[in-house]
């Protein structure tokens, strides 16, 4: 059995190594040419899979290391029987920390004694924003949820805002799905109106599609006074992206909000039971049995710690997004093609992060309510 892979998903020859043989090919620029004799494709979410890609060919099992599916022809697939699987939640985890570090930079620079007095709207609460607003929630934020398909499935009023509530929120999180069509559809679901009634004391950001947000209409709105502060992580016209943008935003980093190893690992174990499955083949192998040993196993914190200094050097001790920021801005030099090569490098090349699951954190002295944040963001404790 052959396995064409995008040579970016981990651990490929650990999970499956035994299977069948593997090529590795780059996701971004995967041709038909390269998974014509392929019986499995797995990929990410740079590659494009349908009829262009997949026609001919011999693939009768299509897997993505991602959350996202919107890049994947599903219906053609099953038109064609191809079966398929996703790995949804893998790195919601990932994600939600990228936002709690986001935040801890934010308060700071605003001078907050206590980053639980902004009021956070999160928009979209699938497996990340719903991750993330238990962990908000934990810790005593104010959430409001906007998810107009789930809360007219789900006919729960009170659980849920409309995205104009969530929008007067101190920050707003966007981690919706790209969807075009229908009656909740998010592809630039904030124009230039609802970029307009942003104030210049919110943070908005953006770690779910590029394309929910209008981009010129950001730039523009960027351009005035009393502009609102962005944090990017994901951007229109992926890796194609707008130098100018990135200059005019606060934080800018490139699409690496889920690439936690965790959240890596945890993908490619999803797609190899499913394959497994799929096969007839039992299911042996976790992703916890190939985590390494984290560069920072420990912090210590005696009772003299203020409880959100501790928290934000626990925090940027496991990620610091301003390191991604400058990295990207770094790379914003040189001509369309070579900007554009540079944003690939910077995800194909992106330094090992890990989790705050990774990080023990000793604790002498310490109150309670200290115990309890570190708890709500996931890190291990020893007391």
């Not at 009829?51 to 996202?68: D, H, K, M």
């Not at 604790?363 to 570190?374: A, I, R």
Request: charged fraction near 30%; glycine fraction near 8%; proline fraction near 4%.
């Amino acid at each position: 059995m052959l396995i064409v892979a995008d040579e970016n998903i981990p651990l490929l020859e650990s999970f499956f190594g035994d299977i069948g043989d593997i090529r590795r090919v780059s996701g971004r620029t995967m041709t038909a040419a390269d998974v014509q004799d392929a019986d499995v494709l797995l990929v990410r979410s740079v590659t494009r899979v349908g009829p262009e890609l997949l026609e001919g060919s011999r693939v009768r099992f299509v897997g993505t290391a991602t959350i996202g599916t919107d890049h994947v022809d599903q219906a053609w697939l099953a038109e064609r029987g191809i079966r398929f699987a996703a790995a949804p939640g893998c790195n919601a985890n990932s994600v939600a920390e990228f936002v709690l570090s986001v935040l801890s930079v934010h308060a700071e620079i605003r001078a907050l004694s206590d980053w639980t007095a902004m009021s956070v709207g999160i928009i979209g609460v699938g497996n990340v924003g719903g991750e993330l607003a238990r962990k908000l929630e934990r810790l005593g934020f104010e959430v409001k949820l906007c998810d107009p398909p789930r809360a007219e499935a789900e006919g729960d009023e009170e659980q849920f805002v409309s995205l104009e509530e969530a929008m007067e929120c101190d920050v707003v999180t966007l981690h919706t799905p790209l969807t075009r069509e229908g009656k909740h559809h998010t592809f630039r679901m904030l124009d230039a109106a609802r970029l307009d009634r942003l104030r210049s004391d919110q943070l908005l950001i953006n770690a779910g599609r590029g394309e929910v947000i209008d981009a010129r209409a950001l730039h523009e709105r960027l351009g005035q006074a009393n502009a609102p502060r962005v944090a990017l992580d994901v951007w229109e016209r992926e890796p194609r992206i707008d130098p100018e943008l990135v200059e005019r935003v606060w934080l800018a980093t490139p699409h690496i909000s889920g690439y936690s190893l965790e959240g890596k690992v945890q993908g490619t174990e999803m797609v190899y039971r499913a394959l497994s499955h799929y096969l007839g083949l039992p299911v042996r192998k976790k992703a916890g049995q190939f985590l390494p040993e984290p560069a920072l196993s420990k912090v210590s914190f005696t009772s003299a710690a203020d409880e959100q200094d501790a928290l934000r050097i626990a925090l940027r001790a496991c990620y610091d997004p301003r390191a991604d920021d400058a990295r990207l801005r770094a790379a914003m030099g040189g001509s369309a093609d070579e900007r554009a090569a540079a944003f690939d490098r910077l995800r194909r090349d992106y330094p090992v992060r890990r989790e705050c699951s990774s990080l023990k954190v000793q604790l002498k002295g310490t109150s309670k309510s200290l115990q309890d944040s570190f708890r709500a963001i996931g890190f291990k404790l020893k007391i």
